[in-house]
C-alpha cells in the first residue's frame, strides 16, 4: 500500500509540474470580495518559483480604522491555454478595535491574457475560506471575489 501512494505521489507531481503555466513575476491591483464588510483590497502578487508565488492582500475600511491584511502561499497550474486553476494556504491579522488572527486558504481560476495577446492583465475569481484562530473572528467565515491585476 505503501509503495502504491508513493508511486501515485510521484506520478501526480510529475504530471503537476509538467502542466505547470508561466506567471508573472509580479501583478499588483484589486480584489473585489465580500467578508465582514471588506468590499475590496489592494492584492500583490510576486512568484517565488515557476508555479509558485506568493500574495498579499491588503484591506481598509471607516477611514482607515479597521485594517486586513492576508499572506498566502499559492501553488498554479495550467488548465487550458491561459486559463489556470490555482490553490494555497496562509494567513492573516484581522484589527477592528480588537487584533485578530486567522488561518486561510484560497482555490481559484484566472485568465491570464498577457499570454497571447500582450495585455499585462490577469483577471481572477477564487474562494478563500478564513478560521478565526484568536480574538473576534472565530469558525468559519467564507470569502468569494473578484481580481484585476496588471502584470510586470
Partial sequence: MKKTLLVFGLFLATTLSINAQDIADNSIGLRLGGNDGFGSEVTYQRKLEDN?????NLGLRDSFND????GLYEWVWSLENQFNWYAGAGAGIYDANKTSIF???????????????????L???????????????????????????YQF
Avoid: M, Q, W
Fill in 123 to 149: 483577471i481572477s475569481l477564487d474562494y478563500r475560506p478564513e478560521i478565526g484562530i484568536t480574538g473576534s473572528l472565530d469558525g468559519l467565515n467564507s470569502d468569494f471575489g473578484l481580481s484585476v491585476r
Fill in 67 to 70: 485594517v486586513k491584511l492576508t
Fill in 103 to 121: 488561518a486561510s486558504g484560497v482555490v481559484g481560476v484566472e485568465y491570464n491574457f498577457d499570454i497571447e495577446n500582450d495585455i499585462p492583465l
Fill in 52 to 56: 509558485n508565488r506568493l500574495e498579499i
